[in-house]
T-cell receptor, first 116, second 112 residues
Framework: DTGVSQDPRHKITKRGQNVTFRCDPISEHNRLYWYRQTLGQGPEFLTY????????KSRLLSDRFSAERPKGSFSTLEIQRTEQGDSAMYLC??????????????FGPGTRLTVL | GNSVTQMEGPVTLSEEAFLTINCTYTATGYPSLFWYVQYPGEGLQLLLKATKADDKGSNKGFEATYRKETTSFHLEKGSVQVSDSAVYFCALSDSSNYKLTFGKGTLLTVNP
């Protein structure tokens, strides 16, 4: 257990529905990252926050995707009008940028999304 | 941009065999290099890391050396166990924002 939790662990939805995932990082970690992992591939970077500020978004993050970290603690990732191609594992990770190992990220267990 | 290329699997070995999983990278700056492991049904776990050239990361009998001249970070273990069966990911960390770039992963199966 890394101390990072994600909810829900599994989500099945129908195409066109909206879904929201939540990540609770390690409490003192100020940086939070979202990745997407499809079957047989490595995780791909989506976006990251330092405290409550979203500092970078990947081109993978279409305008149907939005992420927030309102108080610099937990984060949410929302997908609007889901498509079958959104089916993947969504991973959250965190790190403390001012700590002794700022490059070491701790991952949550992921949310597996299936779009029917 | 940054990229990681790792040996495609699957790799199947007998217990106590020697393991090598090759990993090469392309990056600007001076990235840190990582091996992450994903056991069946579990999340990604950090296995080992190296932060600069010639550093050797090691953990649980696994080793990897940061080779700047060959841009490589190959994973090795002298004697694998059934419990090492998992997917192994090589990754690098961007030196400015620490975002990770992963390889595609290598599935290792160790048979008794």
């Amino acid at each position: 257990d890394t101390g990072v939790s994600q909810d829900p662990r599994h989500k099945i939805t129908k195409r066109g529905q909206n879904v929201t995932f939540r990540c609770d990082p390690i409490s003192e970690h100020n940086r939070l990252y979202w990745y997407r992992q499809t079957l047989g591939q490595g995780p791909e970077f989506l976006t990251y926050f330092q405290n409550e500020a979203q500092l970078e978004k990947s081109r993978l993050l279409s305008d149907r995707f939005s992420a927030e970290r309102p108080k610099g603690s937990f984060s949410t990732l929302e997908i609007q009008r889901t498509e079958q191609g959104d089916s993947a594992m969504y991973l959250c990770a965190c790190t403390q940028s001012s700590g002794s190992n700022p490059d070491t990220q701790y991952f949550g267990p992921g949310t597996r999304l299936t779009v029917l | 941009g940054n990229s990681v290329t790792q040996m495609e699997g699957p790799v199947t070995l007998s217990e106590e065999a020697f393991l090598t999983i090759n990993c090469t990278y392309t990056a600007t700056g001076y990235p840190s290099l990582f091996w992450y492991v994903q056991y069946p049904g579990e999340g990604l776990q950090l296995l080992l890391k190296a932060t600069k050239a010639d550093d050797k990361g090691s953990n649980k009998g696994f080793e990897a050396t940061y080779r700047k001249e060959t841009t490589s970070f190959h994973l090795e273990k002298g004697s694998v166990q059934v419990s090492d069966s998992a997917v192994y990911f090589c990754a690098l960390s961007d030196s400015s924002n620490y975002k990770l770039t992963f390889g595609k992963g290598t599935l290792l199966t160790v048979n008794p």
